[in-house]
């Protein structure tokens, strides 16, 4: 079954709406990541987390939180969603102790703002 | 700063012709980059096809071949005979091991393999 999942698949809000996208893995991976995909560009970070409590800011952090509460769930926060949030996000897991350094990713959430 | 570009799709080709999608990096922050090939096939999430972590070696899978020439800073993906059922969008992504893994996406080129 999928390790890496993610929820809600699609979601329409309102400008000026709090949005929380979650994800939950059970790889037991320390590392988890959060990107966006825009057509004609490829995924891009927005924040990444290397352990339960940790968040950092990625490539394209503005407008966004995260929050990371256990080692299996990493959620991304839109405080004030804004029509250019309108997006495919995708959660990942990944971690160096297996030596591979390569990410697992979940089936992505459609997220349309309007 | 870092990036990936690779050929800009779509990408249309015969079945049993051979294929090759170019990538090449730039890894101005990253001391010891790693390099990856991921696809999505049509109705499926995104998947690693392959990867390579040191600088001279190659990476295969599905007949799938790349290999990390950090002379030449390129990634290429090759296959010798595509099928149908390689039709997908393929990404090639730059690591950065020394930074939690944090993966540099390309664009993305789109596959169509003609029967």
């Known amino acids: 079954e999928a390790a890496v999942t993610q929820s809600p698949r699609n979601k329409v809000a309102v400008t000026g709406g709090k949005v929380t996208l979650s994800c939950n893995q059970t790889?037991?991976?320390?590392?988890m990541y959060w990107y966006r995909q825009d057509t004609g560009h490829g995924l891009r970070l927005i924040h990444y987390s290397y352990g339960a409590g940790s968040t950092e800011k990625g490539d394209i952090p503005d407008g966004y939180k995260a929050s990371r509460p256990s080692q299996e769930n990493f959620s991304l926060i839109l405080e004030l969603a804004t029509p250019s949030q309108t997006s495919v996000y995708f959660c990942a897991s990944g971690d160096a102790g297996t030596g591979g350094y390569e990410q697992y990713f979940g089936p992505g959430t459609r997220l349309t703002v309007l | 700063g870092d990036s990936v570009t690779q050929t800009e799709g779509p990408v249309t080709v015969s079945e049993s012709e051979s294929l090759i999608i170019n990538c090449t990096y730039s890894a101005t922050s990253i001391a010891y980059p790693n390099l990856f090939w991921y696809v999505r096939y049509p109705g499926e999430g995104l998947q690693l096809l392959l990867k390579?972590?040191?600088?001279?070696q190659k990476g295969s899978s599905r007949g799938f071949e790349a290999t990390y020439n950090k002379e030449t800073t390129s990634f290429h993906l090759q296959k010798a005979s595509v099928q149908e059922s390689d039709s997908a969008v393929y990404y090639c992504a730059l690591g950065d091991r020394g930074s939690f893994n944090k993966l540099t996406f390309g664009a993305g080129t789109r596959l169509a393999v003609c029967p």
């Open positions: 790889n037991n991976h320390n590392n």
């Open positions: 390579v972590i040191t600088a001279g």
